[in-house]
């Protein structure tokens, strides 16, 4: 179900602890949605659930999105409170590395699939026969400019964010006769921990990545996020692209150094 057609919706947050998530879980609180968050990292958990249950209510779940028996295992785990999920924000996903694909990681690439792609994947499996159930539900899929356009030395990456882009598209024809919302939103530059993860805690590259110009912020994402959870629920936004106003393309950003 949407939040239009039910009074205390559940949303479940991937990749909760920090940055487009962490944003997102803040505003769904503010606004009453009832959340379950999603982690690696259980003292940050812990920590956001304290400060968002003045707001709605939250339950935590701690597992690592790669890791296909424990996501069952932990959304199985859900009491029955929260078990019937109407909004689902696939929201987990890392960039591991920037080199040229014949210099790639072995690990990096592994670690990017396993995550951005199967680590999707394996939540929405858990999650989707109950709105199938249901003949309800709202799937959000965070993509990337890196799903639209490929970089240099983007390659892996960007082919997990190609996966992302068509694994929208065809859950959204597949899951159509169910009366089930699917929808991409596909972010250009956004200051979050990304660089930081990207870059293997390099704060010199990473800090370089959002110099010079306005980045988006979390917070801009959880705003379109929220925009699309709320529409009535015959409008579904299939696919979005945002980038701050100096970014043109995955390559091209105007920056006043």
């Keep these: 179900m949407s939040i239009s057609n039910n009074e205390k919706p559940i949303a479940f947050i991937t990749g909760a602890t920090s940055g487009i998530g962490l944003a997102t879980a803040k505003l769904f609180a503010t606004n009453k949605i009832n959340i379950?968050?999603?982690?690696?990292?259980?003292?940050?958990?812990?920590?956001?659930?304290?400060?968002?249950?003045?707001?709605?209510?939250?339950?935590?779940?701690?597992?690592?999105?790669?890791?296909?028996?424990?996501?069952?295992?932990a959304i199985d785990s859900l009491p029955e409170e929260f078990s019937d999920i109407d909004i689902l924000i696939n929201n987990?996903?890392?960039?591991?590395?920037?080199?040229?694909?014949?210099?790639?990681?072995l690990d990096d690439w592994e670690a990017m699939l396993d995550i951005n792609v199967k680590g999707l994947l394996y939540v929405s499996k858990a999650i989707m026969p109950q709105m199938i159930k249901n003949?309800?539900?709202?799937?959000?899929?965070?993509?990337?400019?890196?799903?639209?356009?490929?970089?240099?030395?983007g390659n892996v990456y960007c082919a997990s964010k190609y996966a992302v882009d068509a694994l929208n598209q065809g859950m959204r024809i597949d899951l159509n006769k169910y009366g089930i919302r699917v929808g991409a939103i596909n972010p250009g530059l956004v200051e979050t921990e990304f660089s930081k993860v990207r870059?293997?805690?390099?704060?010199?590259?990473?800090?370089?990545?959002?110099?010079?110009y306005q980045p988006l912020q979390a917070e801009d994402i959880a705003d379109i996020i929220h925009f699309m959870v709320t529409r009535p629920s015959h409008v579904n936004i299939a696919d979005l692209l945002v980038m701050p106003t100096a970014q043109a393309s995955a390559t091209i950003v105007n920056k006043k150094l």
């Design 36 to 73: 379950v968050i999603c982690g690696r990292r259980k003292k940050r958990l812990a920590e956001l659930k304290k400060e968002l249950s003045r707001h709605t209510k939250v339950f935590t779940l701690a597992f690592d999105v790669q890791d296909k028996k424990a996501v069952f295992k």
């Design 135 to 153: 003949k309800a539900g709202h799937i959000i899929n965070i993509g990337s400019i890196a799903g639209k356009e490929v970089y240099p030395m």
């Design 199 to 212: 870059f293997k805690g390099d704060n010199g590259r990473a800090s370089d990545t959002y110099t010079g």
């Design 92 to 105: 987990a996903g890392n960039a591991h590395g920037l080199d040229s694909i014949e210099d790639g990681n």
